[in-house]
Nanobody
Framework: QVQLVESGGGLVQAGGSLRLSCVVS????????MGWYRQAPGKQRELVAT???????NYADSVKGRFTISRDNAENTVYLQMNSLRPEDTAVYYC??????????????WGQGTQVTVSS
């Protein structure tokens, strides 16, 4: 069993910052890619940022230069530093991780989501 738990969401004014965290726990042999997605009301879930085990990053155009994804492999944690937040960043943010529980196949797991609300 693998669990992902996000934290760090909340209400912030436009221009402010938040740091999201996502801890992976349970049966973990290794973790490959990790990432953050978000879903605003009435919209589809969209990619925000991803980070491979080798350190390669990918960002949505809408967050480039404002958001930074990072990970602490020793703590099985992925972070999303969000600066210069805008009202359009308001969404539920979900983390995911590609986890190999037993050293063979990788499976993608998702967290339960954390709400980020940016007021204008």
């Amino acid at each position: 069993q693998v669990q992902l738990v996000e934290s760090g969401g909340g209400l912030v004014q436009a221009g402010g910052s938040l740091r999201l965290s996502c801890v992976v726990s349970g049966s973990i042999f290794s973790i490959n890619g990790m990432g953050w997605y978000r879903q605003a009301p009435g919209k589809q879930r969209e990619l925000v940022a991803t980070l491979t085990s080798g350190g390669s990053t990918n960002y949505a155009d809408s967050v480039k230069g404002r958001f930074t994804i990072s990970r602490d492999n020793a703590e099985n944690t992925v972070y999303l530093q969000m600066n210069s937040l805008r009202p359009e960043d308001t969404a539920v943010y979900y983390c995911n991780a590609d986890v190999s529980p037993y050293g063979s196949r990788y499976f993608r797991y998702w967290g339960q989501g954390t709400q980020v609300t940016v007021s204008s």
